[in-house]
């Protein structure tokens, strides 16, 4: 039976994994509480790739004084403990050095090198494991993760800007929507994602530069659609500052400066092959920023996991009609100033 503390207990751990703000990326966010007698002795969160997982962290944190409390307390993790080596030892195998009795998971590692086996080593060592404690919670957590392993592609966020009469923009023309408010909360969002993508129109028109510069962490990887290499070298998009990766028809590639050139089939089926390649790169999530053609095929192809929406009072009249997304997805409406964020989950 869940105890409601129990609850309690793991939201804490929702909390803190959600600090990596993807540079754990393509490891999933995972936090962990440990607590004895109703008071948390210890806590920490997987924050960097290839670093100490949350379990580790969460044990380093306890105090020296306190150590011996680790056998009589109980850990909380959102997600199944590592049952392989790989950047960093089994965090199984350290819960099971230090004593710990009872240990609370969120969901189970959908990873065929977990999978359950650490709950089945935990309980053969006679450690008392409770599951599915905030579940979905967790898992919405986890999202990205969980896409990649079960759908053996990245999770794919759709993002536009649309006036009140249900245009992106104006044809050939850079058209501002979203208001500053919104913007910066974009930066946001590109901190989040691995990778940031547009197709050729959206480069050439706007002259987008794809990075975060609103607000803290990281800028995602580039990412543009150039099927005939017709984009101008003097572009943003080829300054050298971020790794940009140009996805093209073509077999001859100029040399620039942190540009990778990937050659790719655009006579069909040409969203499945994008995410074919990246998933092989280990790509975990794309933040795809327009335009109409591109957004309309991710949802028609049905390959997108979410949509956000910044719907402003702005009138175009005229224009370039809205990427068209299916109702019964919308989930949530949030205000910002004059902006109304509209989030579709499929």
């Known amino acids: ?4 503390h129990d609850k309690v207990f793991m939201q804490r751990c929702i909390h803190l994994a959600e600090k990596a703000g993807g540079l754990n990326a393509p490891n999933p966010k995972v936090g962990c509480v440990i607590v004895y007698n109703d008071q948390i002795i210890g806590e920490g969160c997987h924050l960097l790739y290839g670093e100490a997982h949350a379990e580790v962290n969460a044990i380093a944190s306890v105090a020296d004084n306190q150590l011996h409390l680790l056998s009589k307390s109980t850990m909380y993790v959102t997600l199944e ?40 080593k935990l309980k053969e060592k006679g450690v008392e494991v409770v599951c599915g404690v905030l579940e979905n919670e967790s898992r919405w957590l986890t999202r990205r993760f969980f896409t ?53 129109n959206t480069a050439l028109v706007d002259n987008p ?17 150039d099927r005939t290499l017709r984009l101008p070298e003097d572009l943003y998009l080829f300054d050298g500052t971020q790794e940009t990766w140009v996805f093209t028809a073509k077999n001859e590639f100029s040399e620039l ?16 092959h994008l995410l074919n390649y990246l998933y092989q790169q280990r790509i975990q999530s794309v933040l795809v920023e327009g335009g109409r053609q591109l957004l309309q095929s991710f949802i028609d192809s049905n390959l997108w996991d979410e949509a956000r929406v910044l719907c402003s009072n702005i009138y175009l ?8 997304l299916p109702e019964k997805c919308l989930k949530l409406e949030q205000q910002f100033s004059d902006n109304i964020i509209k989030t579709y989950v499929n």
């Open 1 to 4: 039976m869940v105890e409601n």
């Open 81 to 120: 403990p590592c049952f392989h080596f790989g950047k960093t030892p089994p965090c199984v195998d350290l819960v099971i050095k230090h004593k710990i009795p009872r240990v609370v998971i969120a969901c189970v590692d959908p990873n065929s090198k977990v999978a359950g086996k650490s709950i089945q």
């Open 148 to 200: 990649n392993i079960e759908k053996h592609r990245p999770y794919i966020v759709l993002k536009f800007a649309k006036s009140k009469d249900g245009f992106i923009g104006r044809h050939n023309e850079e058209t501002v929507i979203s208001n500053p408010i919104s913007k910066r909360l974009v930066h946001k969002w590109r901190s989040e994602e691995t990778a940031i993508l547009v197709g050729t």
């Open 209 to 225: 530069q794809l990075t975060n510069r609103l607000f803290h962490g990281r800028s995602p990887l580039r990412l543009v659609l």
């Open 257 to 272: 400066k942190n540009i990778r050139y990937v050659n790719l089939n655009f006579e069909e089926d040409l969203i499945q």
């Open 317 to 324: 009249e005229d224009g370039i009609p809205a990427p068209v």
